[in-house]
Protein backbone atom coordinates (compact mmCIF):
# COMPACT_ATOMS: atom_id res chain seq x y z
CA UNK A 1 0.00 0.00 0.00
CA UNK A 2 1.46 3.26 -1.01
CA UNK A 3 1.13 6.89 0.14
CA UNK A 4 3.07 9.49 -0.71
CA UNK A 5 5.46 6.80 -2.52
CA UNK A 6 5.59 5.00 0.46
CA UNK A 7 5.24 1.27 1.03
CA UNK A 8 3.56 1.03 4.25
CA UNK A 9 4.48 -2.22 4.12
CA UNK A 10 8.18 -1.15 4.49
CA UNK A 11 7.56 -0.55 8.38
CA UNK A 12 7.16 -3.51 9.96
CA UNK A 13 3.97 -5.77 9.82
CA UNK A 14 1.90 -2.42 9.00
CA UNK A 15 -1.15 -2.90 6.81
CA UNK A 16 -4.45 -1.20 5.45
CA UNK A 17 -7.34 -2.32 5.58
CA UNK A 18 -10.22 0.17 3.64
CA UNK A 19 -7.91 2.82 3.67
CA UNK A 20 -7.54 2.38 7.64
CA UNK A 21 -3.88 1.89 9.21
CA UNK A 22 -3.72 -1.19 11.04
CA UNK A 23 -1.27 -2.25 13.61
CA UNK A 24 -1.29 -5.78 15.16
CA UNK A 25 -4.81 -6.12 13.56
CA UNK A 26 -6.05 -3.15 15.62
CA UNK A 27 -7.07 -0.16 13.51
CA UNK A 28 -4.80 2.36 14.70
CA UNK A 29 -7.70 5.16 14.74
CA UNK A 30 -9.66 2.80 17.34
CA UNK A 31 -6.86 3.01 19.32
CA UNK A 32 -6.43 6.73 19.54
CA UNK A 33 -10.44 6.76 20.46
CA UNK A 34 -10.11 4.07 23.37
CA UNK A 35 -6.59 5.09 24.68
CA UNK A 36 -6.43 9.11 23.94
CA UNK A 37 -3.16 10.86 22.13
CA UNK A 38 -0.67 11.35 21.57
CA UNK A 39 0.06 7.50 21.91
CA UNK A 40 2.58 5.09 21.78
CA UNK A 41 1.63 1.38 20.06
CA UNK A 42 3.87 -1.29 20.37
CA UNK A 43 3.44 -4.55 17.90
CA UNK A 44 4.54 -7.09 20.38
CA UNK A 45 5.02 -10.05 17.61
CA UNK A 46 6.61 -7.72 15.27
CA UNK A 47 9.45 -7.26 17.98
CA UNK A 48 9.48 -10.99 18.79
CA UNK A 49 9.75 -11.99 15.57
CA UNK A 50 12.92 -9.89 15.04
CA UNK A 51 14.34 -10.63 18.34
CA UNK A 52 13.95 -14.61 17.50
CA UNK A 53 15.52 -13.81 14.09
CA UNK A 54 18.80 -12.65 16.10
CA UNK A 55 19.02 -15.71 17.74
CA UNK A 56 17.79 -18.61 15.22
CA UNK A 57 20.78 -16.94 12.89
CA UNK A 58 23.38 -17.09 15.69
CA UNK A 59 22.21 -20.71 16.81
CA UNK A 60 22.74 -21.70 12.94
CA UNK A 61 26.07 -19.80 12.24
CA UNK A 62 28.51 -19.25 15.22
CA UNK A 63 29.31 -21.51 18.31
CA UNK A 64 28.43 -19.95 21.74
CA UNK A 65 26.37 -16.48 21.43
CA UNK A 66 24.25 -14.27 24.09
CA UNK A 67 21.83 -11.81 22.10
CA UNK A 68 21.74 -9.01 24.60
CA UNK A 69 18.95 -6.51 24.24
CA UNK A 70 20.06 -2.73 24.43
CA UNK A 71 17.69 -1.64 26.80
CA UNK A 72 18.58 1.87 25.82
CA UNK A 73 16.24 1.34 23.19
CA UNK A 74 13.11 0.75 25.15
CA UNK A 75 13.08 0.54 28.32
CA UNK A 76 10.05 -1.04 30.15
CA UNK A 77 9.21 -4.12 32.41
CA UNK A 78 7.07 -5.41 29.12
CA UNK A 79 9.73 -5.89 27.04
CA UNK A 80 11.70 -8.26 29.43
CA UNK A 81 8.78 -10.11 30.36
CA UNK A 82 8.64 -10.81 26.16
CA UNK A 83 12.49 -11.68 25.24
CA UNK A 84 13.22 -13.32 28.07
CA UNK A 85 11.41 -16.15 27.34
CA UNK A 86 13.19 -16.13 24.02
CA UNK A 87 16.52 -16.47 25.24
CA UNK A 88 17.83 -13.01 25.25
CA UNK A 89 19.66 -10.81 27.53
CA UNK A 90 20.14 -7.31 28.33
CA UNK A 91 22.83 -4.85 27.65
CA UNK A 92 21.33 -2.13 30.71
CA UNK A 93 23.56 1.34 31.29
CA UNK A 94 22.14 2.82 34.29
CA UNK A 95 20.71 1.17 37.56
CA UNK A 96 17.40 2.27 36.73
CA UNK A 97 17.74 0.22 33.79
CA UNK A 98 19.30 -3.02 35.89
CA UNK A 99 16.32 -2.19 37.95
CA UNK A 100 13.78 -2.00 35.18
CA UNK A 101 15.16 -5.61 33.95
CA UNK A 102 15.00 -7.60 37.15
CA UNK A 103 11.55 -5.94 37.45
CA UNK A 104 10.55 -7.71 33.87
CA UNK A 105 12.01 -10.58 34.77
CA UNK A 106 15.36 -10.79 33.24
CA UNK A 107 17.89 -12.76 35.22
CA UNK A 108 20.96 -10.84 36.16
CA UNK A 109 22.80 -14.10 34.87
CA UNK A 110 22.26 -12.65 31.90
CA UNK A 111 22.72 -8.92 32.48
CA UNK A 112 25.67 -6.47 31.16
CA UNK A 113 26.26 -3.56 32.28
CA UNK A 114 27.77 -0.65 30.28
CA UNK A 115 28.32 3.19 30.76
CA UNK A 116 31.31 5.01 31.19
CA UNK A 117 30.75 6.48 34.14
CA UNK A 118 28.87 4.25 36.45
CA UNK A 119 28.55 5.93 39.81
CA UNK A 120 29.00 3.75 43.18
CA UNK A 121 25.79 3.21 44.39
CA UNK A 122 25.08 1.71 40.56
CA UNK A 123 28.18 -0.91 40.98
CA UNK A 124 26.88 -1.38 44.55
CA UNK A 125 23.21 -2.17 43.20
CA UNK A 126 24.57 -4.82 40.40
CA UNK A 127 26.99 -6.45 42.63
CA UNK A 128 24.31 -7.00 45.04
CA UNK A 129 22.03 -8.35 42.51
CA UNK A 130 24.95 -10.28 40.57
CA UNK A 131 24.93 -9.27 37.18
CA UNK A 132 27.04 -11.65 35.07
CA UNK A 133 29.47 -9.03 33.44
CA UNK A 134 30.21 -5.23 33.69
CA UNK A 135 31.64 -3.63 30.60
CA UNK A 136 34.51 -1.67 31.94
CA UNK A 137 35.18 1.76 30.93
CA UNK A 138 37.53 3.97 33.48
CA UNK A 139 40.29 3.24 35.93
CA UNK A 140 37.75 5.24 38.34
CA UNK A 141 35.42 1.88 37.65
CA UNK A 142 37.68 -0.73 38.67
CA UNK A 143 38.87 0.60 42.00
CA UNK A 144 35.08 1.25 42.91
CA UNK A 145 34.84 -2.61 41.95
CA UNK A 146 38.17 -3.48 43.95
CA UNK A 147 36.32 -2.06 46.95
CA UNK A 148 33.17 -3.03 46.77
CA UNK A 149 33.06 -6.50 45.31
CA UNK A 150 33.42 -9.67 47.34
CA UNK A 151 34.28 -12.02 45.07
CA UNK A 152 35.98 -11.70 41.23
CA UNK A 153 33.43 -10.18 39.05
CA UNK A 154 33.73 -10.94 35.20
CA UNK A 155 34.45 -7.70 33.20
CA UNK A 156 34.77 -7.37 29.36
CA UNK A 157 36.63 -3.64 28.52
CA UNK A 158 34.96 -1.59 26.77
CA UNK A 159 37.43 -1.05 23.31
CA UNK A 160 37.85 1.64 20.65
CA UNK A 161 38.28 0.20 17.50
CA UNK A 162 38.47 3.61 15.50
CA UNK A 163 35.49 2.95 12.75
CA UNK A 164 33.64 5.69 11.08
CA UNK A 165 30.53 4.69 10.47
CA UNK A 166 28.02 6.19 8.10
CA UNK A 167 25.58 8.09 10.62
CA UNK A 168 24.51 11.00 12.65
CA UNK A 169 28.16 12.44 14.66
CA UNK A 170 26.03 12.28 18.28
CA UNK A 171 25.34 8.68 17.61
CA UNK A 172 28.48 7.80 16.55
CA UNK A 173 30.55 6.43 18.94
CA UNK A 174 33.87 5.07 18.13
CA UNK A 175 35.82 7.63 16.49
CA UNK A 176 39.02 8.66 17.69
CA UNK A 177 37.66 11.59 20.51
CA UNK A 178 34.45 9.38 21.29
CA UNK A 179 34.16 9.27 25.41
CA UNK A 180 33.96 5.53 25.12
CA UNK A 181 36.29 3.02 25.08
CA UNK A 182 40.08 2.68 25.10
CA UNK A 183 41.65 2.77 21.90
CA UNK A 184 43.28 0.09 20.84
CA UNK A 185 45.56 2.38 18.17
CA UNK A 186 47.47 4.12 20.14
CA UNK A 187 48.19 1.38 22.78
CA UNK A 188 45.75 2.68 25.85
CA UNK A 189 43.54 -0.64 25.39
CA UNK A 190 46.21 -3.17 25.72
CA UNK A 191 47.71 -1.22 28.49
CA UNK A 192 44.73 -0.99 30.36
CA UNK A 193 43.97 -5.40 30.38
CA UNK A 194 47.51 -5.80 31.12
CA UNK A 195 47.25 -3.88 34.58
CA UNK A 196 43.98 -5.45 34.80
CA UNK A 197 45.64 -8.60 36.10
CA UNK A 198 47.04 -6.67 39.35
CA UNK A 199 44.00 -6.07 40.33
CA UNK A 200 41.58 -7.90 42.96
CA UNK A 201 38.06 -8.76 42.79
CA UNK A 202 38.20 -8.13 38.75
CA UNK A 203 38.11 -11.10 36.75
CA UNK A 204 39.05 -10.00 32.85
CA UNK A 205 36.89 -12.47 30.13
CA UNK A 206 36.98 -10.11 26.75
CA UNK A 207 36.25 -7.13 25.06
CA UNK A 208 33.41 -5.46 24.11
CA UNK A 209 32.95 -2.49 21.19
CA UNK A 210 29.29 -0.33 19.51
CA UNK A 211 31.10 1.52 16.35
CA UNK A 212 27.59 3.47 16.14
CA UNK A 213 23.95 3.48 15.95
CA UNK A 214 21.39 3.37 12.54
CA UNK A 215 24.24 2.10 10.43
CA UNK A 216 23.03 0.95 7.26
CA UNK A 217 26.83 -0.37 5.89
CA UNK A 218 27.69 -4.04 6.39
CA UNK A 219 31.39 -2.68 5.84
CA UNK A 220 31.49 -1.05 9.09
CA UNK A 221 30.91 -3.99 11.02
CA UNK A 222 33.38 -6.11 9.23
CA UNK A 223 36.07 -3.63 9.35
CA UNK A 224 34.72 -3.76 13.51
CA UNK A 225 35.26 -7.36 13.24
CA UNK A 226 38.89 -7.18 11.81
CA UNK A 227 39.70 -4.54 14.33
CA UNK A 228 38.49 -6.55 17.61
CA UNK A 229 40.11 -10.33 15.94
CA UNK A 230 43.26 -8.52 15.29
CA UNK A 231 43.37 -7.19 18.61
CA UNK A 232 42.27 -10.26 20.30
CA UNK A 233 45.22 -12.00 18.53
CA UNK A 234 47.47 -9.60 19.90
CA UNK A 235 46.48 -9.89 23.61
CA UNK A 236 46.76 -13.89 22.69
CA UNK A 237 50.56 -13.35 21.75
CA UNK A 238 50.86 -11.54 25.37
CA UNK A 239 49.45 -14.54 27.11
CA UNK A 240 45.94 -12.75 27.62
CA UNK A 241 42.93 -14.97 26.84
CA UNK A 242 39.64 -13.47 25.42
CA UNK A 243 36.99 -15.76 26.60
CA UNK A 244 34.11 -13.25 24.86
CA UNK A 245 33.54 -10.71 22.30
CA UNK A 246 30.97 -8.06 22.51
CA UNK A 247 30.00 -6.50 19.39
CA UNK A 248 27.25 -3.95 20.15
CA UNK A 249 24.62 -3.15 18.23
CA UNK A 250 23.95 -0.45 15.65
CA UNK A 251 21.85 -2.23 12.72
CA UNK A 252 19.83 0.38 11.11
CA UNK A 253 16.26 0.53 10.43
CA UNK A 254 13.13 1.94 8.24
CA UNK A 255 12.30 5.57 8.85
CA UNK A 256 11.75 6.85 5.32
CA UNK A 257 11.48 4.96 2.49
CA UNK A 258 15.02 6.05 1.28
CA UNK A 259 16.99 4.11 4.40
CA UNK A 260 17.54 1.05 2.69
CA UNK A 261 18.64 -1.08 5.74
CA UNK A 262 18.87 -4.82 4.95
CA UNK A 263 16.86 -7.63 7.61
CA UNK A 264 18.24 -8.23 11.05
CA UNK A 265 18.71 -11.94 9.47
CA UNK A 266 20.96 -10.55 6.41
CA UNK A 267 22.79 -8.18 8.70
CA UNK A 268 23.55 -10.85 11.79
CA UNK A 269 23.94 -13.69 8.73
CA UNK A 270 26.49 -12.03 7.09
CA UNK A 271 28.41 -10.46 10.19
CA UNK A 272 28.35 -14.12 11.94
CA UNK A 273 30.13 -15.59 8.72
CA UNK A 274 32.57 -13.16 8.41
CA UNK A 275 33.21 -13.40 11.96
CA UNK A 276 33.85 -17.15 11.61
CA UNK A 277 36.49 -16.67 9.07
CA UNK A 278 37.87 -13.79 10.94
CA UNK A 279 38.17 -15.83 14.04
CA UNK A 280 39.39 -18.86 11.56
CA UNK A 281 42.11 -16.64 9.66
CA UNK A 282 44.13 -15.29 12.49
CA UNK A 283 43.53 -19.29 14.06
CA UNK A 284 42.52 -17.57 17.40
CA UNK A 285 39.73 -19.66 20.06
CA UNK A 286 36.22 -18.63 18.69
CA UNK A 287 35.14 -16.55 21.62
CA UNK A 288 31.95 -15.84 23.42
CA UNK A 289 30.00 -13.89 21.26
CA UNK A 290 28.01 -11.39 22.34
CA UNK A 291 25.54 -8.92 20.25
CA UNK A 292 23.20 -6.07 21.42
CA UNK A 293 20.74 -4.96 19.12
CA UNK A 294 18.52 -2.52 20.38
CA UNK A 295 16.60 -0.24 17.70
CA UNK A 296 16.33 -3.23 15.16
CA UNK A 297 14.72 -5.14 17.53
CA UNK A 298 12.33 -2.55 18.84
CA UNK A 299 11.81 0.34 16.31
CA UNK A 300 9.84 -0.51 13.49
CA UNK A 301 7.34 -2.09 16.16
CA UNK A 302 6.47 1.23 17.29
CA UNK A 303 4.11 3.84 15.80
CA UNK A 304 2.89 7.32 17.87
CA UNK A 305 -0.72 8.35 17.37
CA UNK A 306 -1.38 11.89 17.55
CA UNK A 307 -4.47 14.11 16.84
CA UNK A 308 -3.91 16.97 14.55
CA UNK A 309 -5.37 20.41 15.99
CA UNK A 310 -4.17 24.03 14.77
CA UNK A 311 -3.57 24.22 11.09
CA UNK A 312 -1.65 27.66 10.24
CA UNK A 313 -0.55 28.92 6.76
CA UNK A 314 2.13 31.31 6.38
CA UNK A 315 1.44 32.89 3.09
CA UNK A 316 4.10 31.69 0.61
CA UNK A 317 6.25 30.48 3.30
CA UNK A 318 4.42 27.11 4.44
CA UNK A 319 1.46 25.32 6.12
CA UNK A 320 1.98 24.16 9.31
CA UNK A 321 -0.24 21.19 11.29
CA UNK A 322 0.49 20.86 14.85
CA UNK A 323 -0.39 17.76 16.55
CA UNK A 324 -0.87 17.17 20.52
CA UNK A 325 2.60 15.76 21.24
CA UNK A 326 6.25 16.86 19.71
CA UNK A 327 9.90 17.14 21.34
CA UNK A 328 8.39 15.55 24.38
CA UNK A 329 7.57 12.31 23.20
CA UNK A 330 9.88 12.76 20.39
CA UNK A 331 13.50 14.53 20.83
CA UNK A 332 14.92 12.82 17.82
CA UNK A 333 14.60 15.46 15.54
CA UNK A 334 15.27 18.71 17.53
CA UNK A 335 18.17 16.04 18.66
CA UNK A 336 19.53 14.48 15.65
CA UNK A 337 17.68 15.82 12.80
CA UNK A 338 15.85 13.03 12.42
CA UNK A 339 13.64 11.86 9.24
CA UNK A 340 10.29 10.01 9.60
CA UNK A 341 7.45 9.34 7.40
CA UNK A 342 3.46 9.90 8.59
CA UNK A 343 0.62 8.67 7.36
CA UNK A 344 -3.92 10.03 8.22
CA UNK A 345 -4.87 6.42 9.92
CA UNK A 346 -8.26 6.47 7.92
CA UNK A 347 -6.62 7.69 4.93
CA UNK A 348 -3.56 5.97 5.10
CA UNK A 349 -3.07 5.18 1.29
CA UNK A 350 -4.41 8.73 0.32
CA UNK A 351 -2.38 10.50 -2.19
CA UNK A 352 -0.15 13.00 -0.43
CA UNK A 353 -0.56 15.89 -2.57
CA UNK A 354 -0.27 18.38 0.49
CA UNK A 355 3.14 19.56 1.77
CA UNK A 356 2.86 20.35 5.70
CA UNK A 357 5.44 21.11 8.72
CA UNK A 358 4.33 18.86 11.52
CA UNK A 359 4.26 20.86 14.70
CA UNK A 360 5.03 19.71 17.97
CA UNK A 361 2.84 21.62 21.00
CA UNK A 362 6.00 22.36 22.99
CA UNK A 363 6.94 26.35 23.44
CA UNK A 364 10.40 26.03 21.01
CA UNK A 365 10.34 27.01 17.67
CA UNK A 366 12.58 23.96 16.58
CA UNK A 367 9.96 21.99 18.33
CA UNK A 368 8.80 20.08 14.37
CA UNK A 369 8.10 16.29 14.00
CA UNK A 370 8.41 15.97 10.02
CA UNK A 371 9.54 18.73 7.63
CA UNK A 372 7.66 19.05 4.67
CA UNK A 373 5.97 15.66 5.26
CA UNK A 374 3.90 15.36 2.03
CA UNK A 375 -0.48 14.01 3.17
CA UNK A 376 -3.28 14.46 2.04
CA UNK A 377 -5.34 17.41 3.25
CA UNK A 378 -5.26 17.09 7.00
CA UNK A 379 -8.00 18.25 9.23
CA UNK A 380 -8.56 19.64 13.06
CA UNK A 381 -9.23 15.77 14.75
CA UNK A 382 -7.59 13.63 12.09
CA UNK A 383 -5.35 10.91 13.76
CA UNK A 384 -1.84 11.36 12.55
CA UNK A 385 0.72 8.12 12.97
CA UNK A 386 4.20 8.54 12.60
CA UNK A 387 6.03 5.38 11.78
CA UNK A 388 8.66 3.68 13.20
CA UNK A 389 8.77 4.83 16.70
CA UNK A 390 9.43 2.11 18.58
CA UNK A 391 13.25 2.59 19.92
CA UNK A 392 14.44 5.81 21.16
CA UNK A 393 10.83 7.47 21.63
CA UNK A 394 9.34 6.69 25.02
CA UNK A 395 12.90 5.65 26.24
CA UNK A 396 13.80 9.49 25.79
CA UNK A 397 10.65 10.81 26.56
CA UNK A 398 10.53 14.17 29.08
CA UNK A 399 8.04 15.79 30.97
CA UNK A 400 9.36 18.94 29.30
CA UNK A 401 6.52 21.64 29.47
CA UNK A 402 4.68 18.96 31.81
CA UNK A 403 3.83 18.01 29.48
CA UNK A 404 2.78 13.84 30.33
CA UNK A 405 4.70 10.96 28.88
CA UNK A 406 2.43 9.08 26.54
CA UNK A 407 1.30 5.53 27.86
CA UNK A 408 2.24 2.66 25.84
CA UNK A 409 0.06 0.34 24.61
CA UNK A 410 0.90 -3.02 23.31
CA UNK A 411 -0.85 -4.39 20.50
CA UNK A 412 -1.18 -8.27 19.51
CA UNK A 413 -4.12 -10.63 17.25
CA UNK A 414 -6.35 -7.60 17.24
CA UNK A 415 -6.08 -6.92 20.78
CA UNK A 416 -4.34 -4.20 22.81
CA UNK A 417 -3.70 -3.72 26.61
CA UNK A 418 -1.12 -1.18 28.61
CA UNK A 419 2.47 -1.97 28.21
CA UNK A 420 3.01 1.35 30.35
CA UNK A 421 -0.01 3.40 31.95
CA UNK A 422 -0.66 7.11 31.33
CA UNK A 423 1.03 9.52 33.56
CA UNK A 424 -1.67 11.62 35.39
CA UNK A 425 -0.48 15.26 36.70
CA UNK A 426 -0.24 13.87 40.11
CA UNK A 427 2.60 11.43 38.80
CA UNK A 428 4.47 14.78 37.60
CA UNK A 429 4.47 16.33 40.44
CA UNK A 430 4.38 13.71 42.87
CA UNK A 431 7.80 14.44 43.71
CA UNK A 432 7.54 18.21 44.09
CA UNK A 433 7.63 20.00 47.71
CA UNK A 434 7.89 23.28 48.01
CA UNK A 435 10.41 23.62 50.69
CA UNK A 436 10.43 25.54 53.95
CA UNK A 437 12.97 26.07 56.01
CA UNK A 438 13.07 26.42 59.77
CA UNK A 439 12.96 30.10 61.19
CA UNK A 440 16.50 30.22 63.23
N1 LIG B 1 25.38 -1.43 22.71
C1 LIG B 1 25.93 -0.27 23.12
C2 LIG B 1 27.13 -0.31 23.94
C3 LIG B 1 25.34 0.95 22.77
O1 LIG B 1 25.91 2.08 23.16
C4 LIG B 1 24.17 0.97 21.97
C5 LIG B 1 23.54 2.23 21.59
C6 LIG B 1 23.61 -0.27 21.58
C7 LIG B 1 24.25 -1.45 21.96
C8 LIG B 1 22.34 -0.37 20.77
O2 LIG B 1 22.46 0.18 19.50
P1 LIG B 1 21.25 0.02 18.44
O3 LIG B 1 21.15 -1.42 18.03
O4 LIG B 1 20.01 0.47 19.12
O5 LIG B 1 21.63 0.92 17.33
N2 LIG B 1 19.54 7.93 20.97
C9 LIG B 1 20.08 7.61 19.66
C10 LIG B 1 20.76 6.27 19.66
C11 LIG B 1 21.89 6.17 20.67
C12 LIG B 1 22.48 4.79 20.69
C13 LIG B 1 23.45 4.66 21.79
N3 LIG B 1 23.99 3.36 21.95
C14 LIG B 1 18.94 7.68 18.64
O6 LIG B 1 17.83 8.03 19.02
O7 LIG B 1 19.15 7.43 17.46
Redesign the pocket.
Known amino acids: MKNNGVAVGLFGDLAVDKHRLTVGGCYASDLAREYGTPLYVFDVDRAVKTAKSYVDVLAREYPDFTV?Y?S??FCCAGIYSLLAPLGLGA?V?SGGELYTAIKGGMSPSKIYF?GNNKTESEIAFALENGVECF?VDSERELELMEKLAQKPQNVLV?VNPGVEAH??R??Q?TTVDSK?GFSIADGTAESFIRALGARKNVRFVGI???I????FEKQSFEIAIDKMTDFISRLNELGIAVERL?L?????IHYIEQDLPLTPERYMTDSARYLVKAIEKRGIRPPHLIV??????V?EAGITLYTVGAIKTIKDVKTYAAVDGGMFDN??VA??D?DYTAVVADRADAAGDREYDIAGKCCESGDVLIRSAKLPELHAGDVLAVLSTG???Y??ASNYNRNAVPPVVAVKNGRSAYMVKPQTYDDITRNDVIPMFSED
Open positions: CAKADVHVRTHFITFACHGSQIDGGGFGEPGRSIGPRLYAAYHSM
